[in-house]
């Protein structure tokens, strides 16, 4: 079994920055990818940042420019650097991982979540 632990979220006034930290753990084969998510109250999910195996790296429209994605491959870490936060940026924000691991004596791929961590910018 894979989990998703996230670290970093808090609050912050508007133009601030905060770092957030998810960590993989368990049978771990290879990591296909890692990325961040967020849930405003009332929206759906969506996509922030992603990074991939192969080290393409997709951002939404709305962070381009502020957040930045990054991995340490030995760890099974990816941060999310966030920069120049806006009201907007509130949400709890969500790890998620496509790891392919071991459960039991096979492996395969599955998706997994953090539990989310808060981020709240004030204005």
């Known amino acids: 079994q894979v989990q998703l632990v996230e670290s970093g979220g808090g609050l912050v006034q508007a133009g601030g920055s905060l770092r957030l930290s998810c960590a993989a753990s368990?049978?771990?084969?290879?990591?296909?990818?890692m990325g961040w998510y967020r849930q405003a109250p009332g929206k759906q999910r969506e996509l922030v940042a992603a990074?991939?195996?192969?080290?393409?790296?997709k951002y939404a429209d709305s962070v381009k420019g502020r957040f930045t994605i990054s991995r340490d491959i030995a760890k099974n870490t990816v941060y999310l650097e966030m920069n120049s936060l806006k009201p907007e940026d509130t949400a709890v924000y969500y790890c998620?991982?496509?790891?392919?691991?071991?459960?039991?004596?096979?492996?395969?791929?599955?998706?997994?979540w953090g539990q989310g961590t808060q981020v709240t910018v004030s204005s």
């Open positions: 368990g049978s771990i084969v290879m990591i296909n990818a």
């Open positions: 998620n991982a496509d790891v392919k691991a071991f459960y039991g004596v096979n492996y395969y791929s599955r998706i997994s």
């Open positions: 990074i991939i195996s192969g080290g393409d790296i």
